[in-house]
């Protein structure tokens, strides 16, 4: 069992930057595949990065090349960096996890990740 409770959250102006961090407490989170979500009102929640437990990363498109995704598995913590920040951004952000066996690679799809947290707002004006 892995409880997982976000930070970082807040309102930043268009092209700034924010550091959302995840705490997790639990057993063997250093075998779990990590993954941040978000959420706009009225759409879908939607897979921005992921990370392993050897610390490979995967991005969504609409985050690629703004975005880092990291761990400390000493600490049971996962963070996301996101740089030159759009009003687009504008979402709950949530982070996740799922035990995995396989230590190089997660998976995007959101329906894999078995913990959830309640999510941070990051809100981004123009």
């Known amino acids: 069992q892995v409880q997982l409770v976000e930070s970082g959250g807040g309102s930043v102006q268009s092209g700034g930057s924010l550091r959302l961090s995840c705490a997790a407490s639990g057993t063997g989170y250093s075998r779990y595949c990590m993954g941040w979500f978000r959420q706009a009102p009225g759409k879908e929640r939607g897979w921005v990065a992921w990370?392993?437990?050897?610390?490979?990363?995967g991005y969504a498109d609409s985050v690629k090349g703004r975005a880092t995704i990291s761990r400390v598995n000493a600490d049971n913590t996962l963070y996301l960096q996101i740089n030159s920040l759009k009003p687009e951004d504008t979402a709950m952000y949530f982070c996740?996890?799922?035990?995995?066996?396989?230590?190089?690679?997660?998976?995007?799809?959101?329906?894999?990740?078995?913990?959830w947290g309640q999510g941070t707002q990051v809100t981004v004006s123009s």
């Open positions: 990370i392993s437990s050897v610390l490979n990363t």
């Open positions: 996740a996890a799922y035990y995995s066996d396989t230590a190089y690679s997660c998976t995007g799809t959101a329906g894999r990740y078995d913990y």
